[in-house]
């Protein structure tokens, strides 16, 4: 996240530690769930995706699994969001003290994570 690309974001981090008594620096670490997994290699992820367009009367479809650490268990939680946008609602899946793992809205967008472990990582 960065205060270019995602000050709204960066904004939501600062609410949930200041809610919820615990540093920022923890919070927004909490954002980058991915990269955890980058220098936690042990941890081998396993997630898939799908997503099929609205058509002929049937609506949009996405759909993932995302293999979470255990301690994750029991924290997931799915969020109506109503009215975002006039006209606009979106169902996001997310856990305690993040802002958001995956979801879809009532135009059809959906957003799904997969981590490419194969690929080199950059710290920067």
């Known amino acids: 996240m960065s205060e270019r690309w995602t000050p709204d974001r960066l ?13 920022y620096r923890a919070i927004l ?8 997994w ?11 995706s799908f997503g099929v367009a609205a ?6 479809l ?11 268990d029991g924290f997931q939680t799915l969020l109506l969001i ?4 006039p006209g606009l609602d979106a169902y ?3 856990a305690a003290g993040m802002i958001a793992l995956t979801g879809m809205n009532s135009r059809g967008l959906g957003v799904s ?3 490419l472990m194969q690929l080199n990582s950059s710290a920067d």
């Open 82 to 85: 109503r009215g975002a946008r």
């Open 92 to 94: 996001v899946v997310t």
């Open 62 to 72: 996405v759909g993932q699994t995302m293999d979470l650490p255990n301690w994750m």
């Open 113 to 115: 994570v997969n981590t």
């Open 11 to 23: 904004e939501e981090s600062k609410g949930i530690a200041e809610g919820s008594g615990l540093s």
């Open 38 to 48: 980058w220098f936690q290699r042990q941890y081998r992820n396993h997630c898939s």
């Open 55 to 60: 058509r002929d009367g049937h609506p949009a």
């Open 29 to 36: 670490a909490a954002q980058f769930m991915d990269e955890e």
